[in-house]
C-alpha cells in the first residue's frame, strides 16, 4: 500500500516507521522543513529505543520517504494517515488547529478517492467533523472514507506495543474502509477489534482515563498504606494476583505525567461537562495526581525543617524512563515547588536534559554525570525509574545525602543495604 502520513510527531513518525517495516511504502509529511530534512537522513527528533534502526533501514531499502510538500506527498494516495497535534487549550479542551488544517490540505491536494485514517487523539464527534471538513473543502467530486483508529503505544516501548500490542482499534461508518485497514495492519498479528466511530473515539479516552485512576487509585492507597505501617508494594502485587484486577499500572509513586494522561483525563471532564456529565472519578483522579506531585517535598520538609540552601541532587527529568519527553513531567510542578522553598537544584537525567532546560526553572543547574550531580548533595530526589540511575545508587554511593525516592526504585530489602536513609512512597519508613 501507498501510504501518506501528517504528522511526524510520536505517533506519526513511529507509525510510519512500522507500516514501512512490515511492507508499506510510506511518505510522511511535516511542515517542518530542518526536521524532515534531519529525518530524511535517518536522524530521530525524539528519543525512543530501537527507531532510528527501523528508521535508518527503511530509508535505506526506498519504502520510508520525508516531505514538507503536501502536493507531492499527498497525490495519489489512497490511504491517508492522520497524526498530528491536538494539545490541550486554556479550557482543558482539545486544540484542533493542527486537525482542521490537515483536514484542509488533504482536501487541497488529493486527487482520487480517499480513506483517512486518524490516529491523533481527538473528541468524540472530531473523524465525522474532519470527514465533512474535508468534503466542503474539496474542489471536485472525489469519495471520502474515514477511520478512527486510535493508538495504544506506550513512549519507551512504541516499537514493541506496536508489533505486539493487545489489539487494533478501528472505528467507521461501514466495514469497507475497515477492512482496507485491517488488510494494511495483518503482517504485525495483532487482533483487530471493529466498532463504530464515535466508540473507537471514546475507547481512547476510556482507556487512557482508567489508566490513570489505576495509578491514583495505587497512589492513595499508598498514602494511607504509610499511615498504618503496611507496604504498598505488597498490597499491589496481592490485589495484581486477582486477575479482574490486573497487575499493570499499580505502581505508586509521585503520580503520572507526560503527554497522554494529563492531557487527556482533563480533556474527558470538559467533553462530558459539554454533555452535562459529571466525572467524578476522572475529577478525583486528575486531583489525586496533582497531589502526589507534592509528597516528596511534604518527606523532605518533614525531615530537613526547610529546604533553604539545601543542595538537592534532582535525579530524573522525564516523566518515564527510556524517553526524553518532559511533557507533563512530575519534574516541572516539583521543581518549582523546590525553587520556592529555596533549595539549591542539581540536576541529572540520561537523556533528557536538553529538553528540560527548555521548560524546568531557569535557576536549575545541570550535571554532566549521576556523581557530579551527586556530589556533596544534602539530599537526592529520584523522580524516574532509569536503570542508569538506579545502578549508580545501588553500586556506588556518595557522600550520604539523604535519599527520597520516588518510584520505589529499591526494594526494602535492597534499600537497607544501600547505607543510607531512605525514604520511598507508601512504605514504612
Ligand atoms: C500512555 C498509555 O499507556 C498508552 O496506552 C497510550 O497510547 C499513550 O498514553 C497515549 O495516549 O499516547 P505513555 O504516556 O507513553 O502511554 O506512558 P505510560 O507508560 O502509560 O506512563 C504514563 C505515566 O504514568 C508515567 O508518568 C508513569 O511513570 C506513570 N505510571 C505508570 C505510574 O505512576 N504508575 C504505574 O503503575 C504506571
Not at 90 to 114: E, G, P, T, Y
Not at 138 to 143: E, G, I, R, S, V
Not at 231 to 238: L, P, R, T
Not at 396 to 419: H, Q, T, W, Y
Request: with cysteine; proline share 4%.
Amino acid at each position: 500500500m501507498d501510504i501518506a502520513v501528517l504528522g511526524t510527531g510520536y505517533v506519526g513518525l513511529v507509525t510510519s516507521v512500522c507500516l514501512s517495516e512490515i511492507g508499506h511504502e510510506v511518505t510522511c509529511i511535516d511542515v517542518d522543513k530542518e526536521k524532515v530534512k534531519k529525518m530524511a537522513l535517518g536522524i530521530s527528533p525524539i528519543y525512543e529505543p530501537g527507531l532510528v534502526e527501523l528508521m535508518t533501514s527503511n530509508i535505506n531499502n526506498g519504502r520510508l520517504h520525508f516531505t514538507v510538500n503536501h502536493k507531492e506527498g499527498l497525490a495519489n494516495k489512497k490511504i491517508i494517515y492522520i497524526a498530528v497535534g491536538t494539545p490541550q487549550k486554556k479550557d482543558r479542551s482539545a486544540d484542533l488547529r493542527f486537525i482542521v488544517q490537515a483536514a484542509k490540505d488533504i482536501a487541497h491536494n488529493i486527487k482520487n478517492d480517499v480513506i483517512i485514517v486518524t490516529k491523533s487523539t481527538v473528541p468524540v464527534g472530531t473523524n465525522m467533523y474532519i470527514k465533512e471538513l474535508i468534503l466542503e473543502n474539496l474542489t471536485t467530486d472525489l469519495k471520502v472514507e474515514i477511520v478512527s483508529n486510535p493508538e495504544f503505544l506506550r513512549e519507551g516501548s512504541a516499537i514493541k506495543d506496536t508489533f505486539y500490542g493487545d489489539q487494533i482499534v478501528i472505528g467507521s461508518e461501514n466495514d469497507g474502509p475497515a477492512s482496507i485497514l485491517e488488510k494494511i495492519y495483518k503482517p504485525f498479528g495483532v487482533p483487530v477489534f471493529k466498532t463504530d466511530i464515535y466508540s473507537a473515539e471514546m475507547i481512547k479516552y476510556a482507556s487512557n482515563a482508567f489508566l490513570a485512576s489505576k495509578i491514583s487509585f495505587i497512589n492513595e492507597m499508598a498514602n494511607m498504606c504509610e499511615k498504618i505501617g503496611a507496604n504498598i508494594d505488597d498490597v499491589a502485587k496481592g490485589m495484581g494476583q486477582d486477575r479482574r484486577i490486573g497487575s499493570h499500572f499499580l505502581r505508586a509513586g509521585i503520580g503520572y505525567g507526560g503527554s497522554c494522561f494529563p492531557k487527556d483525563t482533563q480533556a474527558l471532564v470538559k467533553m462530558a461537562e459539554n454533555v452535562q456529565c459529571d466525572l467524578g472519578i476522572i475529577r478525583s483522579t486528575i486531583e489525586i495526581n496533582e497531589l502526589q506531585h507534592t509528597v516528596l517535598l511534604k518527606k523532605a520538609k518533614e525531615r530537613f525543617g526547610n529546604l533553604v540552601g539545601k543542595r538537592l541532587a534532582l535525579l530524573g527529568l522525564t516523566y518515564k524512563p527510556n524517553t526524553d519527553d518532559i511533557r507533563g513531567a512530575p519534574s516541572i510542578p516539583i521543581s518549582e515547588q523546590l525553587i520556592k522553598e529555596g533549595a539549591n537544584i542539581i540536576a541529572y537525567d540520561p537523556v533528557g536534559m536538553e529538553k528540560a532546560r527548555a521548560i524546568l526553572p531557569k535557576e536549575i543547574q545541570y550535571a554532566g554525570s549521576l556523581e557530579e550531580a551527586l556530589l556533596n548533595a544534602d539530599l537526592a530526589f529520584i523522580l524516574t525509574e532509569w536503570d542508569e540511575i538506579i545502578e549508580y545508587v545501588e553500586n556506588k554511593l556518595m557522600e550520604e545525602p539523604v535519599i527520597f525516592d520516588g518510584r520505589n526504585c529499591f526494594s526494602l530489602e535492597d534499600a537497607k543495604k544501600l547505607n543510607v536513609e531512605y525514604h520511598s512512597i507508601g512504605r514504612p519508613a
